[in-house]
């Protein structure tokens, strides 16, 4: 069964600072692995997404990277901003044709200080 | 780009009533969606999968007598909770894929009394 665990549960930086979140996950047979954004009374926003057979993605101040034999994927976020306060969310789609069938983590909740 | 869209955003009911959750596709067509429950400090749960024209497919432990999905159309999904009860009380929300793209509604608190 894949379970996908993320740490830190909860991490708080100064502005400006670079950071990692990571995410885990116990099963390599994955179709691909997204990261997601949810802000608080809202829906997911999509940040990220890897497939299988890529090792990273970049979108701005964010890297996203992809390490399947060890079943690892980190998200890198570069000079963080007030802004990017929010709870982010790791995500492995199974595959098998329907796309969307996604298996979450907790989640990690940044919150940067200005 | 692609939205979903999904009403109620917040609902508070008596334990006992039936509670309906739209999820639409506003500018693409959908032939499945996906329906997720995510319990405080817990990861989002995938309850079903909605099929367009067929039978909803459950995933194990979710009683599909309770949880009613009705896919009548490509843009849209219901969710409808049947004789709520405050175990019920969750943040759910839709999903739909388009191209590589999985996008999400803004989900629904239900908060049962």
């Known amino acids: 069964k894949q379970e996908v665990t993320q740490i830190p549960a909860a991490l708080s930086v100064p502005e400006g600072e670079n950071l990692v979140l990571n995410c885990s996950f116990t099963?390599?047979?994955?179709?691909?692995l997204q990261w997601f954004r949810q802000d608080p009374g809202k829906g997911l926003t999509s940040l990220l997404l890897?497939?299988?057979?890529?090792r990273e993605q970049t979108s701005g101040r964010l890297n996203a990277s992809l390490d399947k034999s060890s079943g690892r994927s980190t998200l890198y976020i570069a000079a963080s901003q007030p802004g990017d306060s929010a709870t982010y969310l790791c995500?492995?789609?199974?595959?098998?044709?329907?796309?969307?069938?996604?298996?979450f983590g907790k989640g990690t909740k940044l919150s940067v200080k200005p | 780009g692609a939205v979903v869209s999904q009403h109620p955003s917040r609902v508070i009911c008596k334990s006992g009533t039936s509670v309906k959750i739209e999820c639409r596709s506003l500018?693409?067509?959908?032939?499945?969606m996906f329906w997720y429950r995510q319990f405080p400090k817990q990861s989002l749960m995938l309850m079903a999968t909605?099929?367009?024209?067929?039978?909803?497919?459950?995933e194990q432990g979710v009683e599909k007598d309770k949880f009613l999905i009705n896919h009548a159309s490509l843009t849209l999904s219901t969710l409808t909770v049947t004789s709520a009860h405050p175990e019920d009380s969750s943040f759910y929300i839709c999903?739909?894929?388009?191209?590589?793209?999985?996008?999400f509604g803004s989900g629904t608190q239900l908060s049962v009394l």
């Open positions: 999903s739909a894929g388009w191209g590589s793209t999985v996008f």
């Open positions: 099963d390599s047979a994955i179709y691909n």
């Open positions: 890897i497939q299988s057979s890529q």
């Open positions: 995500a492995v789609d199974k595959g098998g044709g329907s796309q969307g069938n996604l298996i």
């Open positions: 500018d693409f067509q959908a032939t499945t």
């Open positions: 909605s099929n367009e024209g067929s039978k909803a497919t459950y």
